[in-house]
Structure formats: structure tokens, C-alpha cells
């Protein structure tokens, strides 16, 4: 029998999505409770791996089990036995037919980013941050460059394993509310560190080191050398996974609400 969870976790005191052994990852938590609650070992796969310090609003797992359970001992149960900042949102039985990463047709991505010349304080953790003004404006304009089918390349990790560099960007849209800078980024796939190597090049171009314009020649030049450091992890959310509507998956989460940051003076 095959099982789909929706779960979020803060990614902060984690190495990460990937099962570790030393054991400090969000997938070696969900394993050892989802084992506990069946009496035999669990191993899921993910609709995609966040890096140490990512956070997750909507991640999607699947996993396989002879054991028989209530839907709500894959919810209620697991999050008795889970760590506080992992917590299973939903549940469902599924055919065979589906999995969580090679069904997924999109996924999303929410970076926040508080641009003040004061570091936070007790959103440490939950939001990135830039201390100089950023022109939204010059953000935007570099941003809609990105959309459509790209070699990124220039937004790679060395470390990436993807057989391809050639994705899909859908949207990427940057919002301000007070001082608080909203990135959304959808496309059929990412690439290890893409999106915080794009908020990194963003950055550059909004605080004036380069133009909107500089984004057509990283396309170009095809090499990660040339882009801005990998920014922050701090701010960064696995906001949703798209599946064909059979799937009858629930809706995507909603930006998160970060108290007072977009009203601080």
C-alpha cells in the first residue's frame, strides 16, 4: 500500500532534507516516527531534497507498508511521536502508480527577505536579510528575464547532481510590503541552490552593482563563476508541488505571515 504525506518543518536546526548518519535530518525524524507507528522500517521518498536550514510550508513524501492504519494514525500519530518543528499536514492512500518526485509537474518556492539596515532579531532563522535599499523595480525587471525554458547553469551548485541544467521557470515574482521583500518562484524543476543563487544575482542587481540587463549575460555565459554568492538559506520555503489535479492533492500553502516585519520602522 502506497501513502502520501503533506508535511512542513522549520529547517533550522536540520542538515537538511537528505537522511544523514549522524542522523540530523528531517527525513531521519519523519522515518524513525512513521517506523514507529508501523512496526517495521519505513523509508519515504520526496518530491525534493531542502538543503540544512530550508524550510518547508508544503513537501510531499510517498512511501510503501504492509501494515494496515487508519488515515489519521499517519497524521495525529506521526505528529505525536515527531519533533516539534515537523509536522504531518495531510494524508492519503494512493495507487502504486504515483510518486512524489516523477509525478510532480511544478514546484514552488517563497523566499522572504527583510531589507533594513537592522538584522532580525526573533525571526533569526525565518527570514534572509539585506542591509542596504534594493531597487524592487530593477529586481523585477531582471526576474521576468528568467522566465520561460533556460539553461541555469549560472544558478547551478557545483555539487549538482540534475543530468540536465535546462529548466522551466513559470513565474518569478518579487512583491515589497514595508520592508519586507516576497520572491515567488514556480517552474517544472529547480537545480541544487538555483533559486538562492538567483536571489543572490537579484540582490546584486537591486542594490546597483549591476543592471537588470546582466541577467541576459549569466544565461548566457552558461557559468556559475560569474554569478553572485549563494545567498542566505535562512528565508527560504518549499511553498508547494504541483500534481495533475487526479491526484485530488490539497491546495498549496499560502505565503507565510512573519508578525511585524513588514511594518517595522
Known sequence: MRIILVLEYDGSRYCGWQSQPAGCSIQD???????????????????????????????????????????????????????GDIAILWAAKASEKFHARYSAIERRYIYLLLNHPVRP?????????????????????????????????SFRS??????????TMTQ??????????????????FLQHMVRNIIGCLVYIGKGKYSAEWMYELLGSRNRIYAAPTFS????????????????MPELAEVPIISGLSTRN
Not at 158 to 167: D, Y
Not at 173 to 186: A, M
Open 121 to 153: 532579531g526573533i525571526h533569526n532563522k525565518k527570514v534572509g536579510w539585506y542591509h542596504q535599499p534594493l531597487a524592487l523595480e530593477k529586481m523585477q525587471t531582471a526576474g521576468d528575464i528568467l522566465i520561460g525554458e533556460h539553461d541555469f547553469s
Open 29 to 83: 525524524a519523519l522515518e524513525t516516527a512513521l517506523s514507529r507507528i508501523a512496526k517495521e522500517a519505513i523509508r519515504v521518498t520526496t518530491a525534493g531534497r531542502t538543503d540544512a536550514g530550508v524550510h518547508a510550508l508544503y513537501q510531499v513524501v510517498h512511501f510503501d507498508t504492509l501494515v494496515q492504519r487508519p488515515i489519521s494514525a499517519w497524521i495525529r500519530g506521526v505528529n505525536a511521536l515527531l519533533p
Open 172 to 189: 518569478l515574482n518579487i512583491t515589497r510590503h514595508g520592508n519586507l521583500l516576497i520572491f515567488e518562484l514556480r517552474a517544472n524543476a
Open 233 to 248: 538559506p535562512a528565508g527560504l520555503y518549499l511553498a508547494g508541488v504541483k500534481y495533475d489535479c487526479g491526484w485530488r
Open 158 to 167: 557545483a555539487e549538482c547532481q540534475a543530468k540536465s541544467p535546462i529548466r
